[in-house]
């Protein structure tokens, strides 16, 4: 060939979309293709295809494969002067290089695509039958279901059939084998065959109609006894034959193998015995089916063997499928099996998972499930199979907006397209979009995009995955603002009933109250209802998430209500990605944060704070600064506290909100935070709020108190003439930086008279401190109390509210008791003056970490002391494993363990002389005084039980030191602690599990020498 003529041929081949024109050029010169070579028709033919390289390699090899010269003529000429032929056997082969192989092992079958006539483009089952019907051995079965596969491909690659029809094919083509498999292993053993009736009940994608080129085949096998057949010994045949018909599906041979036939659908999956009879069936759906076997059964098709009994069991559990919706957590259990699936993607697949990826096509399959099984119960014409099917029904019904649903079906065939043509390619099962260029281009030419195949490729890809993330959650959400918001009337909508319906199913337990908030948020065209409308079906989906929609959405209204006329609110939820997820968590987490933000509702703005830092507590130096300036402004003490009150409430509701969130995560960024951190994160916050707090009401009292006895609040104040210094010791949680949200702030005063001051007049003064401090820290408010309670002073209830620091020494020389040496382990100064604290400090650490450690008997004194309050103290009908701080395994197990170490040991291991607990746990585990076991237990407890009791007080908006008996408050709180709907028993069966090791470790530790 001369070099100008190559040229011309390279040329050609380059401009017919040829990738490779060097190798076509070298396949074209050869003896067998010198005649399509010179053929425009055929050319232009292999230049249409998805592949053109591809379908000239599979075209050479089938014409290789023709025994005989003659035998590559006839398909040459038959090629040339058929169209439809040509269209579909190089398009195959330019999809397929799996059925280019299956052809050039059986030369012959491209003949099945010779005849085009109407009868031929929508086959049947009875049509695929009589194709499967001389295969009398799986070899011979799996050839002829690759000629089958062949003619719904071609007519599939060709555009002849749509998305949906081309599955509807496969699904029928699957259906027919089963009966051909089922057929041949009844022939194996007719003995087996005569003593049973088998039905084969297709599930999953093959009984909904909608199979892909390469899947499992869902199945579910139902069988009776023959008349007068013993049934155990009809159910031992029916598993044979069951067992034996899947074989010949699944099994490789050497002409490949089929598909895999899963049984693992059936009750108790792969545990449960294959066969069970229609009344084992209607047994275990009854009594132990979970939310996700009824979805399952919404597929549930009579395919193969006894159709009648098939018939049966469809008829018999149809009921059961309906009922599913008014389970409890129906809709939970649905979303919590669809996080699942994604959270199971490798982490370097989930940006190519086409099917189970986020905006992929099960996400779409969910969604559809979810809303057919909340109204199919009512409405019958919601019950199909088909995911298409179901979601035009459902548009025509009200139940989806019609433009959503259309959006989702155009999504939905795209994607599906996609998968089929990257199964097509190799037969394989995947739903991984490829990463070579040059699968791209293929798949993006075999979708018709042929300017620029990978880029438009992935531009539509991404685009409609935007779209299903985008509507599938919310699918479920708009129709009910559609139904109230009542903007088109012309449009079908959500009836009163059917909106009830599914507010009842998402966990309202008053849908008339919910549907009232819709309305007042949604309706109307102003500006702020528009917004509404766009927020609120994200919004309805995270309070459905929660154990409370109900107050998720009253407290939303509200909040809205207070700020709906602030121009930044509305804002900040559309704009800012977390804030809005963030708000639906607090809002339906439990009464204490909501309750905080009704009286601050500006607060708000800390939840939109891109990178975190909103909700970040800040620091004990910066609180206290805001709130001394805060009270410097202020009138009277009166003013002073209550500006206080004011920074605290805005603070409280700061760290509740960080740990709402912190346990619940966000969609974009899933609860990871370790639970120990949220426990320091609340202790360290709360306790220093309270000392900020402290440290104002104290600058209060001082510039404006009364220096005369009888006359609080008169004005005036000493100024800076307070004879005497002052300063608050906190002891407990207080001084451990431990405090809950609803803790007491256990506390001492002391004072010292300054130089030259009269020590009456200096004494005198300081009480009148004390008292005015504890006088407006008790005025009446609405925000959660801060109570001051001095009853760990000297002589306790009986002694003086303030000492001098002499009288602390002299006291502490001569009359101090073994349990005040271990309540001062968490003595710290917290507000006044710093020198006074600090020398209050060196004053009691020779108390508190005693030279040489405890002797026998004061080790002795604190067990009694331990014994004699868990027999007194816990509260009567209390269930002591169930009590946090005083039940065996809580809070104060822990706590006097740890004490005791310190008391024991703390001269010589410095890091014991900690006022934290987890600290000092650390640092006996670090000197060898437990080991990392036990330390790890004890730890566990702890962090659990002041995990308890913090959720408590999130859930209820008042302290307890037990789990809630009402069953939402308890579900509240299991999800404060990250267990979902349904869980709660296991909340328990952990708290129980997790105190009992740790009573262990306290008992060895504690009780023995």
């Not at 059986?106 to 085009?116: E, I, N, P, S």
């Not at 034996?244 to 693992?264: F, K, L, Q, Y």
């Not at 900040?572 to 601050?600: K, T």
């Not at 509260?875 to 039940?887: F, N, V």
């Amino acid at each position: 060939m001369t070099p100008g003529r190559r040229s011309s041929t390279f040329t050609r081949l380059l401009r017919h979309g040829f990738t490779d024109p060097s190798a076509a050029e070298r396949l074209l010169d050869g003896a067998g293709l010198s005649a399509v070579r010179d053929d425009p028709v055929l050319l232009d033919a292999l230049g249409a295809t998805a592949d053109p390289d591809l379908s000239l390699h599979g075209l050479a090899a089938l014409l290789e494969a023709q025994p005989d010269p003659t035998a590559r003529r006839v398909l040459l000429d038959t090629l040339r002067g058929s169209k439809p032929l040509r269209d579909r056997l190089l398009g195959v082969l330019g999809a397929s290089t799996a059925l280019a192989d299956h052809l050039a092992r059986h030369a012959g079958d491209w003949r099945a695509l010779v005849t085009y006539e109407p009868r031929d483009l929508h086959p049947g089952i009875a049509k695929f039958e009589r194709g499967l019907a001389e295969a009398a051995d799986p070899v011979a079965l799996r050839v002829a279901y690759r000629r089958c596969l062949l003619s719904i491909a071609a007519r599939d690659v060709c555009g002849t059939i749509d998305v949906a029809e081309t599955a509807a094919e496969l699904a029928d083509l699957a259906t027919a084998t089963l009966r051909r498999a089922l057929a041949l292993a009844a022939a194996a053993a007719p003995e087996d065959a005569a003593l049973c009736r088998l039905a084969v009940v297709a599930m999953g994608k093959c009984g909904g109609n909608e199979l892909n080129y390469v899947s499992d085949v869902d199945v579910i096998f139902v069988a009776e006894a023959a008349e007068g057949a013993d049934e155990g010994k009809a159910l031992r045949a029916a598993a044979r034959l069951a067992s034996h018909m899947m074989r010949i599906c699944s099994e490789t041979t050497v002409e490949g193998s089929i598909w895999p036939v899963d049984a693992n659908l059936r009750p108790e999956g792969r545990n449960g015995p294959l066969v069970r009879t229609l009344s084992s069936h209607l047994a275990y759906y009854q009594r132990w089916a979970k939310t996700w076997e009824f979805q399952a059964l919404l597929k549930a098709r009579p395919v193969a063997g006894d159709l009648e009994l098939g018939a049966q069991y469809v008829a018999a559990v149809g009921p059961l499928v309906w009922q599913a919706a008014e389970r409890e957590n129906f809709v939970a259990d649905v979303q919590k099996m669809r996080r699942r699936v994604v959270e199971n993607i490798p982490v370097a697949e989930v940006e190519r998972e086409l099917k189970l990826g986020p905006g992929g096509l099960r996400d779409v399959e969910f969604a559809v499930q979810l809303l057919q099984l909340v109204h199919g119960r009512s409405d019958a014409s919601l019950r199909s199979g088909s995911t298409l099917e179901a979601l035009r029904a459902l548009a025509g019904g009200g139940y989806v907006g019609r433009a959503d649903a259309a959006q989702l079906e155009d999504a939905y065939r795209f994607l599906r397209s996609m998968e089929h043509r990257i199964q097509l390619h190799r037969l394989r099962r995947t739903h991984l979009v490829p990463e070579s260029e040059a699968d791209q281009r293929r798949l993006g030419r075999s979708l018709g995009l042929r300017t620029d195949p990978v880029a438009e490729l992935n531009r539509e890809w991404k685009r409609h995955a935007a779209v299903v993330r985008r509507l599938h959650e919310k699918l479920f959400y708009r129709p009910l603002l559609d139904a109230v918001a009542q903007l088109a009337p012309g449009e079908a909508r959500l009836s009163p009933e059917a909106a009830r319906e599914r507010l009842v199913a998402l966990g309202y337990a008053d849908p008339a109250a919910a549907l009232r908030h819709l309305e007042a948020l949604a309706s109307g065209v102003s500006r702020k209802a528009a917004i509404q409308r766009t927020l609120l079906p994200v919004l309805l989906g995270w309070f459905a998430d929660s154990a409370d929609p109900d107050a998720g959405l009253l407290n939303f209204r509200k909040v809205s209500d207070a700020l709906g006329r602030t121009p930044w609110y509305l804002r900040l939820l559309r704009d800012e990605g977390a804030a809005a997820e963030n708000l639906a968590r607090v809002l339906s987490a439990g009464r204490l944060a909501p309750d905080l933000l009704m009286r601050a509702p500006e607060a708000v703005a800390l939840l939109g704070d891109g990178d975190g830092g909103g909700l970040e507590p800040r620091p004990r130096a910066q609180l206290e600064q805001e709130i001394l300036a805060a009270a410097g402004r202020a009138g009277s003490g009166e003013q002073a506290v209550a500006a206080a009150r004011g920074v605290r409430r805005r603070e409280l509701f700061r760290t509740a909100a960080a740990d709402i969130v912190g346990s619940y995560g966000t969609e974009a960024q899933p609860a990871e935070a370790d639970q120990g951190e949220l426990v320091d994160l609340v202790g360290g916050a709360v306790s220093d709020l309270t000392a900020a707090t402290l440290a104002g009401t104290l600058r209060a009292v001082v510039r404006w108190g009364s220096p005369r006895s009888g006359e609080a609040g008169s004005g005036g104040g000493w100024g800076d003439a307070l004879p005497t210094r002052f300063a608050v010791i906190g002891m407990g949680r207080f001084g451990g930086h431990e405090l809950g949200y609803g803790s007491d702030a256990d506390v001492l005063f002391v004072h010292e008279p300054r130089d030259g001051a009269d020590e009456r007049e200096a004494s005198d003064a300081a009480n009148r401190v004390v008292g005015e401090m504890r006088r407006l820290l008790q005025l009446p408010s609405a925000d959660p109390p801060l109570l001051i309670d001095a009853d760990l002073r000297p002589e306790g209830k009986s002694g003086p509210l303030v000492r001098t620091l002499k009288s602390y020494e002299a006291y502490y020389r001569r009359w101090s008791l073994v349990w005040e040496s271990q309540a001062l382990l968490r003595a710290e100064p917290v507000a006044g003056d710093e020198d006074l604290g600090r020398r209050f400090v060196e004053l009691i650490d020779p108390l508190r970490y005693p030279e040489r450690g405890l002797g026998d008997e004061a080790v002795r004194e604190i067990r009694r002391l331990k014994a004699r309050m868990e027999s007194e103290r816990l509260p009567r009908g209390a269930d002591p494993k169930l009590h946090t701080k005083i039940g065996p395994g809580g809070l104060s197990d822990v706590e006097w363990t740890v004490q005791l170490l310190q008391l024991r040991h703390g001269w010589e291991v410095p890091g014991l002389r900690t006022t934290r607990t987890r600290q000092a746990l650390t640092a006996a585990r670090e000197a060898g005084l437990i080991s990392a076991e036990d330390a790890g237990i004890l730890d566990e407890a702890w962090v659990l039980a002041t995990r308890v009791r913090n959720a408590v007080m999130l859930v209820r908006g008042r302290a307890g030191d037990t789990f809630p008996s009402h069953a939402r408050e308890l579900a509240a709180v299991g999800r404060c602690l990250g267990y979902g709907p349904g869980h709660v028993g296991d909340m328990l069966d952990a708290y129980r599990r997790t105190a009992r090791r740790a009573r262990g470790v306290v008992e060895s530790l504690f009780y023995q020498d």
